[in-house]
């Protein structure tokens, strides 16, 4: 795996979260936290898991970093909270990924989820396409639950067009 692939990754990751994000800007702050009867119930702590996900994960990448505690739903009563905290979170998880290099990506890093009794072992680029991966089905849910509960409109946020968006970038502003 290539640095170059990991930034690209995370650059679609977090171009996607922005369109979703436009989706959920079109809720309340009522609609944001209400209690949804799916998966991890609203849209807001959806939003906040995949904030403190990132955050958990990053640091689980770093062998002596401790793991920070999981972020609490209740924490945040507003969109603007929650945007305030997860632009802080983006900033550190890109400038972790922009740090790397290929030995780095291919370090194999001990890891742990004790509450699911699990102790493994995998390459740093691997554990980093699974927190893109968790990102996009988190995004997808969202969208869904945007979707059918509040009927509003949502977007796609697959990686085809966000690589299409890119070619049509000039360089210079990259």
Known sequence: ????????????????FDKVWDC???LTDAQFVEDLPYS???????????????RRWVARLQPGTPL???????????????????EQI?????????????????AVIDWNLP????????PRYALL??????????R??????IHTHFTAPTVEHDLVFYLLEQEKTPTDSK
């Not at 991890?40 to 990132?54: C, D, F, P, Q, Y």
């Not at 009563?77 to 929650?82: E, L, N, P």
């Not at 396409?129 to 988190?138: G, I, M, S, V």
């Not at 997808?140 to 639950?145: E, K, R, V, Y």
């Open 1 to 16: 795996m290539t640095p170059e692939a990991i930034r690209l990754l995370f650059g679609y990751t977090y171009a996607a």
């Open 140 to 145: 997808s849910q969202i969208l869904a639950m």
């Open 24 to 26: 959920i800007l079109s």
């Open 90 to 106: 983006r900033a550190d998880v890109l400038t972790y990924i922009n740090a790397l290099d290929e030995t780095a990506l291919n």
């Open 68 to 86: 920070p505690d999981q972020i609490k739903y209740g924490d945040f009563s507003t969109k603007a909270a929650v945007s305030a905290h997860y």
């Open 40 to 54: 991890i119930g609203s849209i807001r702590n959806h939003v906040v898991h995949l904030m403190s996900a990132e």
């Open 129 to 138: 396409l699974h927190l893109a991966n968790h990102a996009t089905d988190h």
């Open 115 to 122: 509450h699911r009794g699990i102790a493994e072992r995998h």
